[in-house]
């Protein structure tokens, strides 16, 4: 059903809320015309992060941005929060939704939840765009091993009750003066305003439930990925969107795909890519699924 925003919303742009495999999914909507589009953030983001990329896709296609579970403005109670578990909302979703099958695009620590939806539901997925995002059992999850090189913060979201004790009442600074400073590369591209909306959510009770939560399945999934790409394997057309992280997306998709990968890099952009470059990114994107869309 449509629902009035709790937080920022855009011109053009619907809520809806939807009670879902026990928990409720909040989504927006842009367009009327076209082959459907799927948006999945990643972290600290929500469906915000599509913000600027949303009027310019929904130009073309029906568009559909989510905050998966624990996320946003969606569901955040005791449950299950890994990628299986988030790969079957989406899967219900779009079968809720009847648009199947859509363009699934998603980026950073969403890559193993579109993953297993492109792979354990291939009937709602007609391609698969990966931005900035690696996969379980490929690679991603060393940068948790903070003894090797990692990533400090992960290592921290990785762990139990860490992130609750030391980030809860301090998620704007996190994001504002860290987090986002630190990935993009594009000045100002990422506005106070953001910051505002993205902290809003995660300083909601319980609002790390969803982050840390897709973090650690991140540790535990690398042997189904696995399992996944090789057995039924990802056979959908993918392209690989790179900019801050280099080619490390087209590295993995490369190796997880059965399919040729497509590749396209942003120069100059660093890791929010949908924020920091969306019309260059609507191009990649926009002439990928035309390409998949034709006949």
Known sequence: MSTTPTGATLEGVTHHRIEINATT??????????????????????????????????EHHRVFAVDLRGFGDSGNGKGEYDST???????LLIEHLGVGPVHVTGQDVSGATVFRLATTYPQDVLSLT???????????????DVTHGGTWYIGVLCAPGIPELLLTGREHEFFGQFVFPSLTAVPDAITPADVDEFARSYARADGWRGATGLYRSMLRD???IKGLADTPG?????????????????????RAAATQVESVTLDGVGHYVAMEAPAELAKAV?????RVDAP
Do not use: N, Q
């Not at 931005?131 to 940068?143: K, R």
């Not at 990802?234 to 490369?254: D, E, H, I, N, Q």
């Not at 926009?286 to 035309?290: E, H, S």
């Open 25 to 58: 999914l909040h989504y927006v909507t842009a367009g009327s015309t076209g082959s459907p589009i799927l948006l999945v953030h990643g972290f600290p983001e929500t469906w915000w992060a599509f913000h600027k990329l949303i009027p310019l896709l929904a």
């Open 85 to 91: 578990t988030s790969a079957e909302d989406l899967h």
């Open 234 to 254: 990802l056979t959908v057309p993918v392209l690989a969107v790179g900019a801050g992280g280099g080619p490390f997306t087209f590295s993995t998709m490369t």
């Open 286 to 290: 926009l002439d990928f699924t035309r």
């Open 222 to 224: 690398g042997p189904e």
């Open 130 to 144: 990966a931005i900035e995002t690696g996969l379980p059992g490929f690679g991603v999850e060393a940068l948790a």
